[in-house]
């Protein structure tokens, strides 16, 4: 899963499979790919729909997500800075 968003040919495949990637319910997984959401592999306007994924994929994915938006906010706020991405 973690390749497809690279072999993506269009904006809308990727988007899909920015927010499946979050739709996992091990721990060590839903890190590995919060981890990636702010690493070099992801586009910064894919960061939010990465985060929004894991979110809405299960309770411990809202959680987990809830943690890694307080822990990061710096970096995900100023890049939006408060733009309808972020909010």
């Known amino acids: 899963m973690l390749k497809l968003p690279k072999r993506a ?7 899909r499979t920015d927010g499946v ?26 960061t939010v729909s990465v985060t929004g994924g894991v979110a809405g994929g299960s309770r411990q994915g809202r959680n987990a997500a809830w943690k890694f938006v307080r822990g990061n906010w710096e970096e995900l706020y100023n890049p939006y800075q408060g733009g309808f991405l972020i909010s």
Do not use: Y
Request: proline share 3%; hydrophobic share 35%.
């Open 9 to 15: 040919d269009m904006q809308e495949g990727k988007n």
């Open 21 to 46: 990637l979050g739709a996992v319910s091990q721990t060590e997984l839903i890190q590995k790919v919060l981890t990636l959401a702010l690493s070099e592999e992801a586009h910064p306007q894919d």
